[in-house]
């Protein structure tokens, strides 16, 4: 008889026989081989350790591989990756010939899509969704996509593609108020009002619960309302960007509480149109160190469970950079700074500090970083955008047709190119 839970589960399938209070000790068995894990090999600990309910909740609510679960970015696969027969590799996580860090179909038939950079999901998934509409296959697309994530301008090409579909789609929004740094822009300001609402999807389905029992009429009148663009329903429901593109919006929810959550996924599941469930969760959740110092332990190398301590480097390339930007910023007040949601790794923190008004956070953005540091140009500034060669991938075409072909003085600051230890 296996004396803990997590030896239980060799499948997902192995979750469905789990009871509440057995799943609540499965969640704390995943946090400690988390923490226990990244400590020693490194990865990405806690956006990890933000959604083991979550994961657990969509395992348990769905039929993976019928199920197709796709993570934005992925570093925040772990879970899935332990709940989908990858326990045991899960020691070798990020190893030469170990388990890969991200979701790689290649892996399992559970990861459904190869992810890294961000913003691709509801893309992703979205097209996973058509194809099994041509197919003639069953199942629902669970798509898991992080506030940070939701600043990329290719998540909203997707919402506007799939908003006007009655596809089985449910977007999980895991609202951590963070991407690395802190999530910055306007949708993260939208994002906090509606979580400064609480009982805004309590008193949602109380309303439709109420409309629903009104005899004879009710469950047509709740049709009418609910799915109508009318003044009425934005007066009842105060509707959301997302259910104004089309989508079913559920939430927020407390995203570390189980019990909520298999509500929330069973009602999700019935809706006959796409679905984004918006969950609040707590980055670094069940580890004080990482739920204070989220943005450190995003990624790190390695670190001393019992002290929090973690190897950092402090003389880095990127550093050296940050720091003399920051002396050419004193002389010359046109230069300006750009980061697409990666002040402190590309070295620009010090110079966010010091030159506030000359300093651009424009979110997970690479593409419109570019032609925005075109705009700046133009205008006889001169910016620096500086930014991991990965994802400057991005803006090739903008690099191009914004900056070059007008002739603009732009710096890019390319970090990791190259090979990278
Ligand atoms: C195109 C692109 N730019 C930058 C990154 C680097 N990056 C990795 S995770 C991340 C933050 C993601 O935030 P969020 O989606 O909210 O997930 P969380 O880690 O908070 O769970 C960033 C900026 C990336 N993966 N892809």
Known sequence: MPDNMLDRINSPDDMKQLNRKEIKLLCEEIRTE????????????????????????????????????????????????????????????????????????????????????????????????????IKKEEGYVIIVIGDGALTGGLAYEALNNAGRTQDKIIVILNDNKMSISQNVGAMAKYLARIRSKPTYYKFK???????????????????????????????????????????????????????????????????????????????????????????????????????????????????IFGDYLCEMAKRDDRICAITAAMKSSTGLKKFSMDYPSRFFDVGIAEQHAVTFAGGLAISGLVPFFAVYSSFLQRSYDQLIHDIAIQNLKCVIGIDRAGLVG
């Not at 892996?107 to 459904?112: A, I, L, N």
């Not at 969760?281 to 110092?293: C, L, M, P, W």
């Open 34 to 133: 988390l923490i226990e894990t990244v400590a020693k090999n490194g990865g990405h600990l806690a956006s990890n350790l933000g959604v083991v309910e979550l994961t657990v909740a969509i395992h348990k609510a769905f039929d993976s591989p019928k199920d197709k679960i796709v993570f934005d970015v992925g570093h925040q696969c772990y879970t899935h990756k332990i709940l989908t027969g990858r326990r045991e590799a899960f020691k070798t996580l990020r190893t030469e010939g170990g388990l890969a860090g991200f979701p790689r179909p290649s892996e399992s038939v559970h990861d459904s899509f190869v992810a890294g950079h961000s913003s691709t999901s509801i893309s992703a998934g979205f097209g996973i969704s058509q194809a099994k509409q």
């Open 205 to 319: 389905s109380t309303v439709e619960r109420g409309i629903r029992h009104i005899p004879f009429i009710g469950k047509k009148l709740r049709d009418m309302i609910f799915f109508s663009k009318s003044i009425l329903k934005n007066a009842i429901y105060h509707s959301t960007i997302f259910e104004d593109m089309g989508f079913s919006y559920l939430g927020p929810v407390d995203g570390h509480d189980i019990n909520t959550l298999l509500s929330v996924l069973d009602i999700a599941k019935r809706q006959e149109r796409p679905v984004l469930l918006h969950v609040d969760t707590i980055k670094g959740k069940g580890y004080s160190f990482a739920e204070e110092n989220p943005k450190d332990f995003h990624g790190v190398n390695g670190f001393d469970i019992q002290t929090g301590d973690y190897f950092s480097s402090v003389n880095s390339f990127s550093y």
